[in-house]
């Protein structure tokens, strides 16, 4: 053992009239190591004549008690009657009462206490790796917490962004989003309508088939409705009408470059349209199921094709895409259909749908 390491031996070793008891301070550092579990560093032993020593460990005081009959044993006083010899046998683990608790932010690993992980450590505080969370300023150096899931509204689905590929030498960069997992219905419309927030005007362009008249078809899209309404509408929920490259990249679920939702088999019940000898009016929001993208967004191939806010040339011009119910032919069903419409135009096939930013 080196005893340069301990300061307290040396003004000892100048009292001390034999060499004894030095063998006995060793001994009683070595049980008290065992007893308690302190380290050498945060131990002192001072003795107080005979065979007797205060010991100061892990800010306890102890007293401990030499003999000899052959075999040299050092116990605490309390425990001397029946304590084992230092014999190298184990002793009772001392209760952990007894230990050090280490200081918040921090755990025991065998006699140091070591910073948890990703520990945050209060205002005023800094973290130190073996001590926790300490008074000292400067700011932790643990990382920062992570990052939120995206939460989007009810009634949205979240799709992550990326790089659409519209080209071999031409990359769109797509944001995150929340899009709406249905084309906005006739109903939802008519709420705003109540409320004094949408107007509709226009929206009897086919009596037979303009959703908003039909008190049957509360739950199908709306439509007839303008490009200016459709963004009318999606401001007035906090929302706003996809980009085309937006809406392309929602209907393909992201990277895929299929020609339909579901992959590129050719559609037969999966959207509504006049394919799949349905009647030539639109469905129920979000039926027939199999009309779905990887996220469980519906509705692309079928229904009504959809209002975006990309401009087609003039100003007055806006692209449209997707499918309808009055599709008749795959061609009209891919998600490379697309149109350009004047933006006042009031068309039996076509609604909307309204994408956000999550939140985080």
């Not at 992570?146 to 659409?164: F, H, I, K, N, T």
């Not at 362009?205 to 303008?226: L, W």
């Amino acid at each position: 053992m080196d005893i340069s390491r301990h300061a307290w031996i040396a003004p000892v070793l100048l009292a001390l009239p034999a060499l004894g008891c030095i063998r006995e301070i060793y001994a009683v550092e070595a049980r008290v190591i065992q007893d308690l579990g302190c380290p050498r560093d945060r131990i002192e032993i001072h003795p107080q004549g005979g065979s007797v020593f205060q010991v100061s460990a892990c800010n306890q005081i102890y007293t401990y008690v030499c003999t000899e009959n052959g075999t040299l044993s050092c116990v605490r006083e309390e425990e001397e009657d029946d304590a084992d010899d230092f014999r190298g046998q184990p002793s009772p683990a001392p209760a952990q009462a007894k230990l050090d608790e280490c200081p918040e932010g921090s755990s025991r690993q065998g006699d140091r206490c070591v910073a948890s992980t990703a520990t945050t450590c209060p205002v005023g505080q800094r973290l130190d790796r073996e001590l926790g969370c300490v008074s000292g300023g400067g700011p932790s150096t643990a990382g920062p917490p992570p990052p939120r899931s995206p939460e989007c509204p009810s009634g949205m689905a979240y799709v992550q962004g990326g790089p659409l590929a519209l080209d071999a030498n031409d990359d769109v960069m797509i944001p995150d989003l929340c899009v709406d997992i249905t084309e906005v219905t006739a109903g939802a419309y008519g709420r705003c309508a109540s409320r004094g927030d949408c107007s509709t005007e226009g929206l009897v362009c086919k009596n037979a088939v303009a959703t908003y008249v039909g008190v049957d078809r509360r739950d199908h899209p709306i439509n007839c409705v303008s490009w200016g309404q459709a963004t009318v509408y999606c401001k007035s929920e906090r929302k706003r009408l996809p980009t085309a490259d937006e809406w392309l990249w929602i209907a393909r679920g992201g990277h895929a470059r299929t020609l339909f939702p579901w992959g590129d088999d050719p559609p037969s019940q999966q959207p509504c349209w006049s394919g799949s000898d349905r009647q030539g009016s639109t469905c129920v929001a979000g039926l027939p199921k199999g009309d779905s993208t990887p996220h469980r967004i519906l509705g692309f191939a079928g229904n009504v094709a959809e209002w975006t806010s990309t401009k087609a040339g003039a100003d007055t011009l806006r692209m449209i895409r997707g499918g309808h119910f009055g599709a008749g032919k795959d061609r009209g069903a891919t998600l490379l259909s697309s149109a350009p419409l004047p933006v006042g135009t009031h068309d039996p096939g076509v609604g909307f749908r309204c994408v956000a930013s999550p939140e985080r």
